[in-house]
C-alpha cells in the first residue's frame, strides 16, 4: 500500500480566489490521478497527473481551470483556479503503487468550500 | 464513456448478507473495482475483478460477469460498522477509473 497525505485538508475561500491542492506519497508511483467527490456525488475523474508532461484532462475539464503539476513520482498539485460556489467539493488524489497493478489508494481528501 | 448502475440505497439488519449489484456499459474495460466509502472518508479498496468468477475476501465476495456487464458485491455477517457508501467503478485503459454513483447501505440493529 502507499500513504498518502493531502494539504489543505480543507479550505473555505473566495469567489474568484484560486487554491493549490497538494497531494505527497510515501514512495514513488507509477500513476497518479486527481477526482472530484461533489456533496452526496460519487467521484469523477478530473485528470491523470503525467509526471515530467503535461496531465491527460477528461471531458468536462480544462487546463486552465484545474492546472496539475507533477514534478517527480511522489507529488502532485492541483490548482482550482478563479473558483465559483460550484467548485465546493472534496478534491482527491489516488495513485497506484509501482508493480501493485490492480490497486488504486486514495488520499484522505481537501474539502473546499467557495464563498 | 462508460454507463455504470447500482442502486442508491439498500438497508439491511446486522448479522445478515446483503448483495449490492452493479451494472455497466462500455466499450473497453480492463477490471472492476469496489470500494467502501465511510462519511467523510476517502474511499478505500475492497476488490478487484478482471476474471469471470468469485473473489472472496473474509467477509466480503465480489463477482464479475464480462459477458453480461454485472459484478455484485456481497455483504455477510453484516456488523453496524458495515453502514457506508460502496462504489463500483470500471478500470478503463491506463488505471482510470469511472464510479458509479454509490450504494448507501444502512445496517440495523
Known amino acids: 500500500s502507499a500513504v498518502i497525505s493531502q494539504k489543505p485538508s480543507r479550505d473555505i475561500c473566495q469567489r474568484g480566489t484560486s487554491l493549490t491542492i497538494q497531494c505527497q506519497v510515501d514512495?514513488?508511483?507509477?500513476?497518479m490521478f486527481w477526482y472530484r467527490q461533489q456533496p452526496g456525488q460519487s467521484l469523477t475523474l478530473i485528470a491523470t497527473?503525467?509526471?515530467?508532461?503535461?496531465?491527460?484532462?477528461e471531458s468536462g475539464f480544462v487546463i486552465d481551470k484545474f492546472p496539475i503539476s507533477r514534478p517527480n513520482l511522489t507529488f502532485s498539485t492541483l490548482t482550482v483556479s478563479n473558483m465559483s460556489p460550484e467548485d465546493s467539493s472534496i478534491y482527491l488524489c489516488?495513485?497506484?503503487?509501482?508493480?501493485?497493478?490492480?490497486?488504486?489508494?486514495f488520499g484522505p481528501g481537501t474539502r473546499l468550500t467557495v464563498l | 464513456g462508460q454507463n455504470i448502475d447500482q442502486p442508491t440505497e439498500m438497508t439491511a439488519t446486522e448479522g445478515a448478507i446483503v448483495q449490492i449489484n452493479c451494472t455497466y456499459q462500455t466499450s473497453g474495460f480492463n477490471g472492476l473495482f469496489w470500494y467502501q466509502q465511510h462519511a467523510g472518508e476517502a474511499p478505500t479498496f475492497l476488490s478487484y475483478?478482471?476474471?469471470?468468477g468469485l473473489e472472496e475476501k473474509g467477509r466480503f465476495s465480489s463477482f464479475l460477469s464480462r459477458s453480461k456487464g454485472y459484478s455484485y458485491l456481497l455483504l455477510k455477517e453484516l456488523q453496524m460498522k458495515d453502514s457506508a457508501s460502496y462504489l463500483c467503478a470500471v478500470e478503463e485503459a491506463g488505471n482510470m477509473l469511472t464510479f458509479g454513483g454509490g450504494t448507501r447501505l444502512m445496517v440495523k440493529p
Open positions: 514512495s514513488q508511483v507509477t500513476m
Open positions: 489516488s495513485v497506484t503503487p509501482s508493480g501493485a497493478y490492480n490497486e488504486q489508494f
Open positions: 475483478n478482471v476474471l469471470d
Open positions: 497527473a503525467n509526471q515530467g508532461s503535461e496531465a491527460t484532462y
